[in-house]
């Protein structure tokens, strides 16, 4: 019976793990207004257990590469997440974990469970940190109508019956990335400036640029640049839903979890890195624009060294919604902790073409206007 397990009881041996309420023995879930667990039937509640000397830190990540090197040359290669059976304490179901799942529910009863000793498993790098739900499954909903109704481009249809579906909270696994960085660059800057050329009725004027050279040097801190360390999600979808409220991040508790889906990661820690180190290098291009300024830039050269790299092992909520629309399926998340709704919709081409051609209409007048 789930009375007589213990909290924080691992079952089936040690691959399941469930919260019982000590109170009528249900199975707790972390109930995001109050931010403890909760019984949904007797209301018991009890918090968060998290040690107070714990803190979420940054890692070494030269030092964890060197760590997963060593695990595989003495034969202990990096663990992969397969398939295990647990069963349910509650109604003695078997309850399927495939791939990456972490975190899920019975299908028979509905009561939370979890997959044990994955998060901190021995040859895997273990979690640092999880963001709690902090939007509620009401207020997701609301944002997303709200961003239904956003959407000018959406067939009316569509507008009207809003996507329709279920929503799932997921914990999600991310890399976050910080790193020093000293950049050198050589470039031109381009200025412009006007002549007026030809004679008579053909006299015009017409635009030059005159281009100097530009170099420089400047150091550049990055703080938590996150990735998404899950292959089952587009990239961009979940990059659109920035920024993560850093500040509300705990250490690892899997009593966070309790009642959410979640997933370990898929995506390694040094490809995470790469990843991490394009938006990098994105935006430090973009600072040498703006170092180099002008009208326009030639950007020849940049060298830049990355240093004092640190990471973090994150798992970060988000509300899921996958929905059809004419036989298609389209995807939007919901960021569990701001409410930023991102996602994939159906287009109209009638109010794409009409707006095409009422902004080539006013193009049009402005320039007879001119003459």
Not at 61 to 69: A, I, R
Not at 164 to 186: A, C, R
Not at 191 to 201: K, R, T
Not at 203 to 230: H, N, Y
Request: hydrophobic letters at 40%.
């Amino acid at each position: 019976m789930a009375a007589e397990n213990k909290p924080g009881a691992s079952v089936d041996d040690g691959r399941g793990r469930i919260f019982p309420c000590e109170g009528c023995g249900a199975d707790l879930e972390f109930h995001i207004g109050q931010q403890e667990l909760k019984c949904p039937f007797c209301g018991f509640t009890k918090a968060l257990e998290i040690a107070a000397d714990k803190a979420v830190e940054e890692q070494d990540f030269e030092g964890m590469l060197e760590k997963l090197k060593h695990w595989h040359e003495n034969g202990h290669p990096h663990q992969e997440v397969g398939q295990s059976e647990i069963k349910c304490s509650a109604c003695a179901g078997t309850v399927v974990f495939q791939g990456t799942l972490t975190s899920s529910e019975c299908p028979y009863c509905g009561c939370p469970i979890q997959r044990d000793k994955v998060h901190d498993a021995e040859h895997r790098i273990p979690v640092d940190g999880v963001l709690p739900f902090l939007v509620e499954k009401k207020k997701a909903q609301s944002k997303l109508g709200e961003w239904v109704k956003s959407r000018w481009f959406a067939p009316n249809e569509f507008l009207e019956r809003g996507a329709e579906g279920k929503f799932n909270g997921v914990y999600l696994p991310f890399w976050t990335f910080d790193s020093f960085t000293f950049n050198q660059y050589i470039g031109e800057r381009g200025e412009h400036y006007w002549v007026e050329v030809g004679e008579g009725e053909q006299k015009r004027k017409e635009r030059r640029t005159q281009w100097w050279p530009a170099s420089g040097s400047f150091q550049r801190f990055f703080d938590d640049v996150v990735i998404l360390a899950s292959r089952g999600l587009p990239a961009w979808l979940i990059d659109a839903l920035e920024p993560w409220p850093m500040d509300k991040v705990v250490p690892f508790t899997q009593e966070a979890l309790a009642g959410f889906f979640a997933r370990t990661y898929e995506k390694e820690l040094e490809p995470g890195f790469r990843e991490a180190r394009d938006k990098m290098d994105a935006a430090i291009q973009a600072e040498v624009r703006q170092r180099i300024g002008g009208d326009e830039q030639r950007v020849h050269d940049i060298n830049s060294n990355f240093s004092a790299i640190t990471y973090k092992h994150l798992l970060l909520p988000v509300w899921l919604l996958a929905y059809r629309y004419h036989d298609k399926t389209y995807q939007v998340v919901v960021n569990a902790a701001t409410g930023e709704v991102q996602g994939e919709r159906p287009y109209s081409a009638w109010k794409i073409f009409f707006a095409v051609a009422i902004a080539a209409a006013i193009v049009g007048g402005i320039a007879l206007m001119q003459k």
